[in-house]
């Protein structure tokens, strides 16, 4: 008897879809992998995902980690937890709706946006790190650090880009300040049409800290590259749930 058409050429997709993700952000490409086998059709509607073993295994990360994507991605929406003998996890009958792209959203207004972003923060906190701060400028990083940390959800994305103004404004180039500022709107009018995820909070939340840390230690490298990881954890869930 020979295989389904159909069901090979989901499996042969599956195999390169759920492929290793990148080191530093695990959590976030885990989101992103499982997304793109839903929004692409590999795993239809009802259908149940591979075991979280087999998951964690080509994927090449922790069974924590995919636990925590698999609950993130439930709590959004898009998967169901089923007990029992037949049990496992499926993909929700019916899907929010940002799961066929947002409209007037391409994967090329996303790639500028971020594109710009990892140009100008990146760059914003190695020069930050390179500079005597001044013990105000210091404090105002400790500060925008702590606000973030304690957010409450609604309130989380703003107070996430006044930590990173105050990065931009610690570069001591004030022309820099006012286009971080409205290249953050452009970010974040995208990052409000997918759902907050807490472990990717928390995980933001670790990198904001190396970020400051980097910083305030003079650091240029490890600044920038902590931000460079930060930039691809929120590229990696906005081409996940938007393009």
């Known amino acids: 008897m020979s295989a ?24 976030e490409d885990t989101v992103e992998r499982l997304l793109q086998t839903i929004r692409l059709g590999v795993i239809r509607p009802g259908e ?13 990360v922790s069974r924590d980690t995919v636990r925590e994507a698999i609950r993130s991605l439930a709590d959004a ?12 996890t499926f993909l929700a009958e019916e899907l929010p709706a940002h799961t066929h792209g947002a409209e007037g959203v391409s994967r090329e207004t996303i790639d500028d946006s971020l594109r710009l972003r990892e140009i100008l923060e990146v760059g914003a906190a190695r ?26 959800l609604d309130d989380y994305r703003r107070l ?24 953050r709107m452009r970010l974040n009018s995208l990052l409000d ?22 910083i305030l230690a003079g650091d240029g490298d490890a600044a920038a590259a902590a931000m460079r990881a930060h930039v691809a954890g929120s590229a990696a869930l906005l081409h996940g749930f938007l393009d």
Not at 196 to 209: F, G, K, M, V, W
């Open 4 to 27: 389904d058409p159909d069901d090979v050429s989901s499996a042969e997709a599956s195999s390169a879809l759920l492929r290793p993700v990148r080191p530093g952000n695990a959590f």
């Open 48 to 60: 149940s995902l591979p075991p979280e073993r087999e998951l964690a295994t080509r994927l090449g």
């Open 77 to 88: 929406g898009y998967l169901v937890a089923r007990r029992g003998r037949y049990g496992g």
């Open 127 to 152: 020069m930050a790190a390179t500079r005597t701060l001044a013990a105000a400028e210091r404090e105002e990083l400790w500060s925008r650090l702590g606000d973030v940390r304690d957010a409450k």
């Open 160 to 183: 996430d880009s006044r930590l990173h103004l105050a990065i931009a404004e610690a570069a001591g180039c004030p022309s820099l300040v006012p286009l971080v500022a409205e290249n």
């Open 193 to 214: 049409q997918i759902p907050l995820l807490s472990r990717n909070i928390a995980h933001s939340d670790e990198q904001h800290e190396a970020i400051v840390m980097a």
